[in-house]
T-cell receptor, first 109, second 115 residues
Framework: GQNIDQPTEMTATEGAIVQINCTYQ??????LFWYQQHAGEAPTFLSY??LDGLEEKGRFSSFLSRSKGYSYLLLKELQMKDSASYLC??????????WGAGTKLIIKP | ETGVTQTPRHLVMGMTNKKSLKCEQH?????MYWYKQSAKKPLELMFV???????ENNSVPSRFSPECPNSSHLFLHLHTLQPEDSALYLC??????????????FGPGTRLTVT
């Protein structure tokens, strides 16, 4: 079966750095997405990786290793507004998104 | 930005009721999706439409019936639901379904409670 694993919850301090990991086992691979979802709101797109390596976008970076079935989202200079759930999703061979359950990130002052 | 809108935002219905959820996208996309989001569970893809043709139905019970009259509108018709159907129902849209790089844009969701 297809599976996406990510930690259920993480806690970090304002101003610090946090890394959210995602491992996947899917039938085929056509890219990996990270989304942010604030409580009660819609998921919003953060990043897309299809080749190995690091993609940087401001305070957020996303890394992919296809051989290891592994990705991480790195958030720097954490702000209180970064408190949200972070969803990892992989497009499989049928171009369908397979979703993880999300990681709830709690930022403390 | 009102790229993808959904109505109603909240819905409480009894198990014998019939109701419909509506989604509209203003982004010029040609693929639309219905998802179910339950607490602490992955997003569950329910239906996918590409160019108004249904391309995916992930074994969804027949009490959920989708309709896509044109590329901008998507409906989810509900009847004789069960309490376990209570969840957040999200609509999303994207450009070409088979292009892997296109992200999906989500609406704010309908919070459904079945009593």
């Amino acid at each position: 079966g297809q599976n996406i694993d990510q930690p259920t919850e993480m806690t970090a301090t304002e101003g610090a750095i946090v890394q959210i990991n995602c491992t996947y086992q899917t039938s085929g691979f056509n890219g990996l997405f990270w989304y942010q979802q604030h409580a009660g709101e819609a998921p919003t797109f953060l990043s897309y990786n299809v080749l190995d390596g690091l993609e940087e976008k401001g305070r957020f970076s996303s890394f992919l290793s296809r051989s290891k079935g592994y990705s991480y989202l790195l958030l720097k200079e954490l702000q209180m507004k970064d408190s949200a759930s972070y969803l990892c999703a992989v497009k499989d061979s049928n171009y369908q998104l397979i979703w993880g359950a999300g990681t709830k990130l709690i930022i403390k002052p | 930005e009102t790229g993808v809108t959904q109505t109603p935002r909240h819905l409480v219905m009894g198990m014998t009721n019939k109701k419909s959820l509506k989604c509209e996208q203003h982004l010029g996309h040609n693929a639309m999706y219905w998802y179910k989001q339950s607490a602490k569970k992955p997003l569950e893809l329910m239906f996918v439409y590409s160019l108004e043709e249904r391309v995916e139905n992930n074994s969804v019970p027949s009490r959920f019936s989708p309709e896509c009259p044109n590329s901008s509108h998507l409906f989810l018709h509900l009847h004789t639901l069960q309490p376990e159907d209570s969840a957040l129902y999200l609509c999303a849209s994207s450009h070409a379904l088979a292009d892997s790089s296109y992200e999906q844009y989500f609406g704010p969701g309908t919070r459904l409670t079945v009593t």
